[in-house]
C-alpha cells in the first residue's frame, strides 16, 4: 500500500490527452514538499521526467507538465503518442517517515 | 555523462547476507546525496535508503531497519548497500540513485541489480 494514491491504469487514442492524479496528505504533499515524475518504460531503469511539480529536466518533450494543488499532483501527455506507453510514478518527500515515498505506479496504454 | 552502475546481486536463501555496489562517474559523487531504491518484479518502486555527502547522515524506510546498512567511499566514487537477514520479501531489483540536494528528488538512476530471496 503506497502513501501516494495513483490510479492504476490510464489510456487514450494517439494524439489524445491523458491525465494521472497523484494524492497524497498532510505529512508530504499537504506540507509543501514537491511531487516529482518518473517514467518507467518496459524493461528498463526508472527515468526523471518531471521535477518541483512543473519542470521538466532537458530532453524531455514538453508534451509532458506537471502542476500541483494542495496535496494533490497531476501529470499531463498531451499529444498522446506510441512511445508514451511506459509506467509513471509520483514521487514526494514524508517529513513523518523522513524519506521518499511513491505512488503505486500507473500505467499508460496508447490504444 | 552520469553514469550509476550497480553490480552485486544474486540468489540468496532467506537469513543470508549480500552486498550491492554502485560505481558512480560523470559528476561529483562528493557532493550528492546517495540513494537505494528497489522494485519486486511486477511491482512499484520503494525508497530504501539514503545518505549523506560526508556519511553523517543515513535514512532508512521501517522494513530495512536493523538488517540493511547503507555506506560510501568517496574515495572510490562507490556507494554500497549491506543487507542481512535477508527475506523473501527483499527480492527485487536494486537501483542505486543520485538524489538532487534539498530538493528531494533523484535526478539520476542505475540500470539496477536483482536480488532474488529464496530457499
Known amino acids: 500500500q503506497s502513501v501516494l494514491t495513483q490510479p492504476p491504469s490510464v489510456s487514450g487514442a494517439p494524439g489524445q490527452r491523458v491525465t494521472i492524479s497523484c494524492t497524497g496528505s498532510?505529512?508530504?504533499?499537504?506540507?509543501?514538499?514537491?511531487v516529482h515524475w518518473y517514467q518507467q518504460l518496459p524493461g528498463t531503469a526508472p527515468k526523471l521526467l518531471m521535477y518541483?511539480?512543473?519542470n521538466r529536466p532537458s530532453g524531455v518533450p514538453d508534451r509532458f507538465s506537471g502542476s500541483k494543488s494542495g496535496t494533490s499532483a497531476s501529470l499531463a501527455i498531451t499529444g498522446l503518442q506510441a512511445e508514451d506507453e511506459a509506467d509513471y510514478y509520483c514521487?514526494?518527500?514524508?517529513?513523518?517517515?523522513?524519506?521518499?515515498?511513491f505512488g503505486i505506479g500507473t500505467k499508460v496504454t496508447v490504444l | 555523462e552520469v553514469q550509476l552502475v550497480e553490480s552485486g546481486g544474486g540468489l540468496v536463501q532467506p537469513g543470508g547476507s549480500l552486498r550491492l555496489s554502485c560505481a558512480a562517474s560523470?559528476?561529483?559523487?562528493?557532493?550528492?546525496?546517495m540513494a537505494w531504491v528497489r522494485q519486486a518484479p511486477g511491482k512499484g518502486l520503494e525508497w530504501v535508503a539514503n545518505?549523506?555527502?560526508?556519511?553523517?547522515?543515513?535514512y532508512y524506510v521501517d522494513s530495512v531497519k536493523g538488517r540493511f546498512t547503507i555506506s560510501r567511499d568517496n574515495a572510490k566514487n562507490s556507494l554500497y548497500l549491506q543487507m542481512n537477514s535477508l527475506r523473501v520479501e527483499d527480492t527485487a531489483f536494486y537501483y542505486c540513485?543520485?538524489?538532487?540536494?534539498?530538493?528531494?528528488?533523484?535526478?539520476?538512476w542505475g540500470q539496477g541489480t536483482l536480488v532474488t530471496v529464496s530457499s
Open positions: 540513485a543520485r538524489e538532487r540536494g534539498s530538493e528531494y528528488f533523484l535526478q539520476n
Open positions: 560523470g559528476f561529483t559523487f562528493t557532493y550528492s546525496w
Open positions: 545518505i549523506k555527502q560526508d556519511g553523517s547522515e543515513k
Open positions: 498532510s505529512s508530504n504533499i499537504g506540507a509543501g514538499y514537491d
Open positions: 518541483g511539480n512543473r
Open positions: 514521487q514526494s518527500y514524508d517529513s513523518s517517515l523522513s524519506g521518499y515515498v
